[in-house]
């Protein structure tokens, strides 16, 4: 068996891994699997590609030595940190780990096609056309997927954006563009200035997309550049003559564009409102009279209020998360059940930070998945819930979005809190959500607001009931 | 690349338009309780650019191209790894109700 044969058989094996796994990873119960066969496929492709060694391009025999271990030293290095910042990572900062990971993709597709370019190995319209395709989409993805952790970990802050932004990145993807058509029309023989501006232009592009957009649209953003890097991988493993960088990038690619759609709606956004717009910057103040008060009520009490009830339904927001008081609730609920009380969870799609991840936040909470329901799974069942409880929601259960034609979220789909015969609002202080819209959850007849840190709120709830059963543990 | 490895444009084409096609039917049918394991999973998946890199890395022939093939193959394993230790650290944590006590 020549090495050859046995990489391409490798490759195979490791595809066949991938999209197995994945398929897999689209259940609860065969998830972990999922990614387990998958890693597998990955170990398969990286241990059959050190057989390359064996059949090298004839110029590049005199560095074969300094390649392989530069090689080594590289993949050491690259898997060492990763495995260490992915170990530490604290769960509520997965989303900007999941980008900052993605960007280090989309940086080895462009560099991929770098060493095409500035060695003018590519030859062919369609083979140089795909590697300046995956070189401006991986550059692109590099790059913003940094400025997206950058955001979300809070190292860089506010929106970013001034009077002909759109103009002026317009023109320099059309600039990109043409570098890139002229690169394909000269058969790759372009000096490396050009190719240089080509792709410190498309890393500037990518910046330029990302710094005006807001945290709450980051999710978005971080999936599409996710596809992104999907693409990239594909199109530069058509360069390169590997299939199954093709099929892997593909299936990521048209599956994060998938994602990428189903957040966005969600959300009640487009992809292109997203990327191209201010989100709320032109509703101005005028958002109509609010009839009511906040009336606030005390902790223990709604707890014990709870106790009482039959039947419960949480709806947790990021706040939760950020409040560390995911533990806490999941102790309350267990007390609640003990009572016999029925008690639920109602997770809005974009609740945490991007969809599914405060499933996530409340797993590592150890609560079941099965009690645990979807949006549409659960919203006609609150009519019929004796208490509502939100803790750190805000924007997915304001029913303006239902009823105020003039309301920035009208149109989103909401938890139907409101419908229950009795809502606690867990709060910090009278704040608005993400959005910045007021919420008239807040002020309705049969809503009670319990102000403070969720965390402590929950720790005066469980005191409450337990001291009501008798203070036994 | 070279004559023998090539793929032809329309041979591609095929191989895209499956591939496309499998990734959606994937991520379409998915619950959306498992959507950021899932970004994730599909973000290591990608991972396998490590390999194209390494590639590239091995055959460069000049200063230039090893310091390039190096940034990539770097940024290509910690996609790869990074991408899955946290997928694997979420998807852990996933489990049902404790068998009914009693």
Same mark, same amino acid.
């Given at each position: 068996?020549?090495?050859?044969?046995?990489?391409?058989?490798?490759?195979?094996?490791?595809?066949?891994?991938?999209?197995?796994?994945?398929?897999?990873?689209?259940?609860?119960?065969?998830?972990?699997?999922?990614?387990?066969?998958?890693?597998?496929?990955?170990?398969?492709?990286?241990?059959?590609?050190?057989?390359?060694?064996?059949?090298?391009?004839?110029?590049?025999?005199?560095?074969?030595?300094?390649?392989?271990?530069?090689?080594?030293?590289?993949?050491?290095?690259?898997?060492?940190?990763?495995?260490?910042?992915?170990?530490?990572?604290?769960?509520?900062?997965?989303?900007?780990?999941?980008?900052?990971?993605?960007?280090?993709?989309?940086?080895?597709?462009?560099?991929?096609?770098?060493?095409?370019?500035?060695?003018?190995?590519?030859?062919?319209?369609?083979?140089?056309?795909?590697?300046?395709?995956?070189?401006?989409?991986?550059?692109?993805?590099?790059?913003?997927?940094?400025?997206?952790?950058?955001?979300?970990?809070?190292?860089?802050?506010?929106?970013?954006?001034?009077?002909?932004?759109?103009?002026?990145?317009?023109?320099?993807?059309?600039?990109?563009?043409?570098?890139?058509?002229?690169?394909?029309?000269?058969?790759?023989?372009?000096?490396?200035?050009?190719?240089?501006?080509?792709?410190?232009?498309?890393?500037?592009?990518?910046?330029?997309?990302?710094?005006?957009?807001?945290?709450?649209?980051?999710?978005?953003?971080?999936?599409?550049?996710?596809?992104?890097?999907?693409?990239?991988?594909?199109?530069?493993?058509?360069?390169?003559?590997?299939?199954?960088?093709?099929?892997?990038?593909?299936?990521?690619?048209?599956?994060?564009?998938?994602?990428?759609?189903?957040?966005?709606?969600?959300?009640?956004?487009?992809?292109?409102?997203?990327?191209?717009?201010?989100?709320?910057?032109?509703?101005?103040?005028?958002?109509?009279?609010?009839?009511?008060?906040?009336?606030?009520?005390?902790?223990?009490?709604?707890?014990?209020?709870?106790?009482?009830?039959?039947?419960?339904?949480?709806?947790?927001?990021?706040?939760?998360?950020?409040?560390?008081?995911?533990?806490?609730?999941?102790?309350?609920?267990?007390?609640?059940?003990?009572?016999?009380?029925?008690?639920?969870?109602?997770?809005?799609?974009?609740?945490?930070?991007?969809?599914?991840?405060?499933?996530?936040?409340?797993?590592?909470?150890?609560?079941?998945?099965?009690?645990?329901?979807?949006?549409?799974?659960?919203?006609?069942?609150?009519?019929?819930?004796?208490?509502?409880?939100?803790?750190?929601?805000?924007?997915?259960?304001?029913?303006?979005?239902?009823?105020?034609?003039?309301?920035?979220?009208?149109?989103?789909?909401?938890?139907?809190?409101?419908?229950?015969?009795?809502?606690?609002?867990?709060?910090?202080?009278?704040?608005?959500?993400?959005?910045?819209?007021?919420?008239?959850?807040?002020?309705?007849?049969?809503?009670?607001?319990?102000?403070?840190?969720?965390?402590?709120?929950?720790?005066?709830?469980?005191?409450?009931?337990?001291?009501?059963?008798?203070?036994?543990? | 690349?070279?004559?023998?490895?090539? /793929?032809?444009?329309?041979? =591609? @084409?095929?191989?895209?338009?499956? !591939?496309?096609? %499998?990734?959606?039917?994937? *991520? #379409?049918?998915?619950?959306?309780?498992?959507?950021?394991?899932?970004?994730?999973?599909?973000?290591?998946?990608?991972? /396998?650019?490590?390999?194209? =890199? @390494?590639?590239?890395?091995?055959? !460069?022939?000049? %200063?230039?191209?090893?310091? *390039? #093939?190096?940034?990539?193959?770097?940024?290509?394993?910690?996609?790869?790894?990074?991408?899955?230790?946290?997928?694997?650290?979420?998807?852990?944590?996933?489990?049902?109700?404790?068998?009914?006590?009693?």
């Amino acid at each position: 068996m020549t090495a050859q044969f046995i990489i391409d058989a490798s490759f195979i094996v490791a595809t066949l891994l991938f999209v197995y796994g994945l398929k897999r990873m689209s259940s609860p119960v065969t998830a972990r699997s999922g990614i387990v066969v998958a890693g597998v496929g990955m170990i398969v492709a990286v241990a059959a590609s050190f057989l390359y060694i064996a059949d090298v391009n004839p110029k590049a025999e005199p560095f074969l030595t300094t390649n392989i271990t530069l090689a080594v030293i590289a993949l050491a290095v690259g898997l060492g940190w990763a495995w260490w910042s992915g170990k530490k990572v604290a769960m509520t900062e997965m989303p900007q780990m999941v980008a900052l990971y993605n960007g280090m993709g989309g940086g080895a597709a462009a560099a991929i096609a770098a060493i095409e370019l500035f060695g003018h190995k590519a030859h062919g319209d369609i083979i140089l056309g795909m590697a300046v395709l995956g070189g401006v989409i991986g550059a692109v993805s590099l790059s913003g997927s940094m400025i997206a952790w950058a955001k979300l970990d809070g190292r860089v802050n506010g929106v970013w954006r001034f009077p002909g932004l759109q103009a002026v990145n317009g023109l320099i993807l059309l600039t990109i563009l043409g570098i890139g058509a002229w690169t394909v029309y000269q058969g790759g023989n372009v000096g490396p200035e050009l190719i240089t501006a080509f792709f410190v232009l498309s890393l500037v592009y990518g910046v330029m997309m990302a710094m005006p957009i807001g945290g709450a649209d980051m999710p978005v953003v971080i999936s599409l550049f996710n596809a992104f890097t999907g693409l990239a991988v594909g199109f530069e493993g058509y360069v390169i003559g590997n299939p199954a960088l093709m099929v892997a990038g593909m299936v990521v690619g048209s599956a994060g564009t998938l994602l990428t759609l189903l957040m966005a709606k969600a959300m009640n956004r487009s992809v292109s409102n997203v990327l191209f717009s201010n989100f709320g910057a032109t509703g101005g103040e005028e958002q109509g009279e609010i009839k009511g008060s906040m009336k606030p009520v005390d902790a223990g009490d709604a707890g014990i209020n709870m106790r009482y009830a039959s039947k419960v339904i949480i709806a947790p927001g990021y706040g939760l998360a950020v409040a560390q008081a995911q533990h806490k609730l999941f102790e309350f609920v267990k007390l609640l059940q003990d009572a016999g009380v029925e008690v639920k969870f109602a997770i809005h799609p974009v609740a945490g930070r991007m969809p599914g991840h405060m499933n996530v936040l409340l797993a590592e909470a150890g609560v079941p998945y099965d009690i645990i329901y979807d949006m549409e799974d659960i919203n006609n069942e609150f009519k019929e819930a004796d208490v509502a409880i939100v803790i750190g929601a805000n924007d997915t259960v304001n029913p303006a979005a239902r009823t105020n034609k003039s309301s920035p979220i009208y149109g989103m789909p909401i938890l139907n809190v409101d419908m229950a015969k009795q809502v606690y609002v867990v709060k910090r202080g009278q704040g608005k959500g993400y959005s910045g819209v007021e919420n008239e959850l807040f002020f309705q007849d049969n809503t009670n607001m319990v102000y403070g840190d969720a965390q402590k709120v929950m720790v005066q709830m469980i005191q409450a009931v337990k001291s009501l059963d008798g203070g036994g543990h | 690349m070279d004559a023998t490895t090539a /793929i032809t444009g329309f041979v =591609a @084409l095929y191989i895209f338009m499956l !591939a496309a096609f %499998t990734g959606y039917e994937i *991520i #379409g049918r998915v619950p959306s309780i498992l959507h950021t394991p899932l970004m994730s999973g599909s973000n290591f998946i990608h991972g /396998i650019v490590v390999v194209g =890199a @390494l590639w590239a890395l091995v055959n !460069a022939s000049s %200063t230039l191209e090893q310091a *390039i #093939g190096f940034f990539g193959v770097l940024l290509g394993a910690g996609n790869a790894a990074g991408g899955y230790v946290v997928t694997e650290r979420m998807l852990e944590m996933f489990k049902p109700s404790d068998k009914k006590k009693g």
